[in-house]
């Protein structure tokens, strides 16, 4: 157990291994403060293998593969509501807000909706291009983009 001393709390860290790849990573939830928790609850927890904590890597894939069906159901509209509580979140996730290509940052769906608004500059997984009613298509599964 540690605290952090910014704030003279303790941080309960429990060191584990990610049962998708077997890498080891850090978690510390059980305080209330991990670096998953920027990730959007969009996972559904039907049995115990998925309450395993999982490196950044494969849970972002899992969150992604679960976003993409989210966004072939969702309108915009209600997709907005769903990101609107991790708007906060400044620090950006890779694999989840954006992924790199060719040495520049590709900004995902997720991304843009945290967001709430369109930037008007055209952005390859841009989920406001549509009337408000719409769904958002989806053009890259691994991405998470519409």
Not at 1 to 28: F, W
Not at 65 to 93: D, G
Not at 100 to 122: D, I, P, Q
Request: charged residues 15%; hydrophobic residues 35%; proline residues 5%.
């Amino acid at each position: 157990m540690r605290y952090n001393g910014a704030i003279n709390q303790k941080l309960v860290v429990t060191m584990s291994h990610c049962p998708e790849c077997g890498d080891a990573l850090t978690c510390t939830a059980e305080s209330g403060n991990c670096w998953c928790m920027q990730f959007p609850n969009v996972l559904p927890v039907n049995d115990k293998a998925n309450l395993a904590c999982l490196c950044q890597t494969c849970l972002a894939k899992k969150v992604n593969a679960q976003l993409s069906e989210i966004y072939q159901t969702y309108t915009a509209n209600e997709l907005i509501r769903l990101a609107k509580p991790y708007a906060a979140n400044t620090q950006l996730v890779d694999g989840l807000d954006y992924t790199m290509e060719n040495g520049f940052m590709v900004f995902s769906a997720w991304y843009h909706l945290k967001r709430g608004t369109c930037c008007g500059n055209g952005c390859r997984h841009c989920p406001f291009g549509k009337s408000p009613d719409s769904l958002v298509d989806q053009e890259d599964p691994f991405n998470n983009v519409g």
